[in-house]
């Protein structure tokens, strides 16, 4: 298909405000967007809220806050508005009672007195006998109020079902998978008893009405395709093309999903402190590989110019947070200092690590992200790896495995280290080596990879540390000496 010919197509992601906002709602935005970008059109975010039950007031500004960190950013939606408003579902129940009304008056639909306890014995009866075909049972069909309501397991307010018929087409053409074959549906709620839509419903009301052209989802929603394909038909629309995605596996391939893995949190990455680019190129990767030789790192303008849905894995991807911890470093170590220290503080600021830093805690982060930046993973190892430049002197705690590893002559090392630099003129980081060389190296003639490891131990408490000399400029000569003589009388 060539640029010239797309046509310019409208996209929505439509997440239920349940709790945290699930990893698979950046998935889904990253190619419902890439696919309004691409072609010129526009994507939307609405809000399905109608399970009242679950419903979690919090949860929608998470679910803006995480897209927007993520800069999967909207063009129409409750919070930007736009031409089809309102866009959150619990806004618009009077939209969907006329659609309701007509399927009951073509014979589309019909109304179920059945009691919840008398479904749930249903259920269970036929799980037990191991039926082939599962589902409601029609015992309202065709019935009055009056009818029904002399017979076992009746409830006073009813809900509407679909008539599903028997010829009904299970088989579409899929984006990404081609012909597809679904199960037969059975007879499904649409209207519950509480008067709110079912989400079936309210999907190809809101999408029609939306004027959504692509409906891009998760594969569980294949078997959910003939009803709305049946919704579309009955009430005289065009169905909109549909593309079902893989769903986001766990290493043992199970499905991924919140009760089980932290990572299916979508804020669990930004609490981690994951870089937005990094998990973006992670996502893109995962339902939509490279070819063999193109790199794994890419934009996402650069994932928008390749697009192309028969590109598709149609198979799960496996979730693997070793590939997206090397994309985080990847990306870590592609920005500058100082690009980095502003991350690092948004991201202490945002856990509340460092909700108020001080003046001191920013000069010595600004000062030591160059040190660690090659070596650093996640934004929330920060504090560990530069906790020694900002705890007091007397707060160092030499480590076991540290004090162990002082050679014989470490108070000797340490005498003529603090002596060096006690009177060296300007304090910074080459000085400090090279007056430190000269006094250890050459005037002791201790070799320079057992010459410096005390002065480490001393200054950081640790075997391992950021790079010495730089650390030492950090901490300034006050600090450095105090330490180095701290260690030396413990000796």
Partial sequence: MTEAALVPARLRVAPSPTGDPHVGTAYMSLFNLAWARKTGGQFVLRIEDTDRNRYVPESEEQIFSTLRWLDLGWDEGPDVGGPYAPYRQSERLDTYRPFVEQLLADGHAYLCWCSGERLAALRAEQQASKQAVTGYDRLCLGKTREERAALPGFSETPVVRMRIPDDVELTFDDLVRGPVAAPHPDDQVILKADGFPTYHLAVVVDDHLMGIT????GEEWISSTPKHALLYRWLGWDVPAFAHMPLLRNTDKSKISKRKNPAARLMWFREQGYLPEALVNFLQLLGYPP???EQEVSTFDEFVAGFDWSKVNTVGPVFDLDKLNWLNGHYIRALSPERLADAILEHLAFTGAWERPSAEQVRVLRAATPLIQERLVLLSEVPDKIAFLLAADD???VADDARASLPENAAEILDAAAAALEDLGEWEHAGIQAA????????????????FGPLRVAVTGARVSPPLFESMEILGRDATLTRLRALRGSL
Wanted: glycine share 12%; net charge positive; proline share 4%.
């Fill in 214 to 217: 692509h409906v891009v989802r």
């Fill in 291 to 293: 070819a063999d030789g």
């Fill in 395 to 397: 707060a160092i705690v």
């Fill in 436 to 451: 430190l060389r000269a006094a250890l190296v050459d005037g002791l003639g201790v070799k320079p990879k057992f010459a």
